[in-house]
């Protein structure tokens, strides 16, 4: 998933192991890294995809009360973990090999982000299990403004795997931006939710599911700004996680 205007060619490979074995060796080394560099691209995408997935389906299990599809992100969980230990293998066989530097910051930022993508799994796997016990109460109060942050939430996910993919920096920079947006809405929707249910009672059941579930989407959207923080790293080299490193991304 390295960027194609990344001045370091993350996927350039000029040479792999450089262990003082013979010219055949060292060129065979060479293949086999490059194979390797190739294919975690391949599965980073593969694991995005899954993620990204994973979120789409939970929500929309969510909101057209779907219970069936929710049971089948549940299912899928075990796929995007298969494809986690992938990416963990790849990269140990990469970390063997000494790399250039544009290569190895590849292999560590995949290391990262892969963490996040997993997560963002595991939490699409959450919002449909809230999903399904809300499926089987009647229609809950407030699901079409939980249903705008989902939007949020999704967009930044979205946004994150493209900036990722194509070294866009302004777009993962809009990314970070959008993050006290999607936050504010966030608060605003707990704080209306709690004051329904302590105005209407018969609303806690429901309520408290969908306070969870937009608790996990808010943290859909905080590990899209990871994900958009490691693009910005891959392309420029700069760690941009703080704030106060910000302005120099």
């Known amino acids: 998933m390295p960027p194609t205007d990344n001045p370091q060619g993350a996927l350039s490979v000029r040479g792999g192991a450089t262990d003082g074995a013979g010219p055949s060796r060292r060129s ?36 057209e009360r779907d219970e069936a599809l929710a049971r089948r992100v549940l299912e899928a969980d075990s796929e995007l973990d298969g494809l986690e230990l992938a990416v963990d293998e790849t990269c140990g066989r990469l970390l063997a090999l000494r790399h250039p530097v544009g290569e190895l910051r590849f292999i560590t930022t995949a290391l990262k982000i892969v963490v996040d993508l997993e997560r963002i799994g595991d939490l699409a796997v959450n919002i449909a299990g809230c999903a399904i016990e809300l499926s089987h109460d009647a229609e809950p109060a407030r699901m079409q403004d939980l249903a705008r942050l989902a939007a949020l939430c999704h967009g930044q996910i979205r946004l994150a795997l493209a ?13 970070i931006r959008n993050d006290e947006g999607v936050d504010a809405r966030y608060h605003a929707f707990f704080n209306e939710l709690i004051a329904f249910m302590i105005e209407d009672p018969r609303h806690i059941r429901s309520g408290n599911g969908m306070l969870f579930i937009a608790k996990h989407l808010e943290r859909i959207a905080d590990h899209a700004v990871n994900v958009a ?18 302005g120099l991304a």
């Open 229 to 246: 923080e490691m693009a910005i790293f891959l392309v420029r080299g700069r760690d941009v996680r703080h704030p106060r490193s910000r």
């Open 163 to 175: 900036a990722f993919n194509t070294g866009d920096v302004r777009r993962a920079q809009q990314i």
């Open 28 to 63: 065979r080394g060479g293949r086999a890294a490059r194979g390797d560099l190739l294919l975690l691209r391949e599965q980073l995408l593969a694991l995005g995809r899954r993620a990204e997935a994973g979120v789409a389906d939970s929500i929309r299990a969510m909101l």
